[in-house]
């Protein structure tokens, strides 16, 4: 679906504050060093939780047996595929 003008206009204007808040960081040692550090200990977080869904989706996947759908047949089912 295409975004509308507007839309458009304003993820430009964000993209555009994004860009400049990074120029900063980046000539900021410090906030750098800190960002970096920050992004190790997110990562960490974001892998354990997407081992706990992993684990969560393996154990409905088993428990569905036989009537597990495949992303097919779930979007011939709801007319998208």
Known sequence: MQESP?????????????????????????????????????????????ADEAAKAAAMKKIAGTRYPTMEKMEKQDGNG
């Open 6 to 50: 507007e839309m458009q206009r304003w993820q430009a204007e964000s993209d555009a504050r994004t860009l400049a808040e990074a120029t900063a960081i980046n000539g900021n040692a410090d906030r750098l060093n800190a960002a970096q550090a920050a992004a190790g200990r997110l990562v960490a977080d974001q892998t354990k939780r997407a």
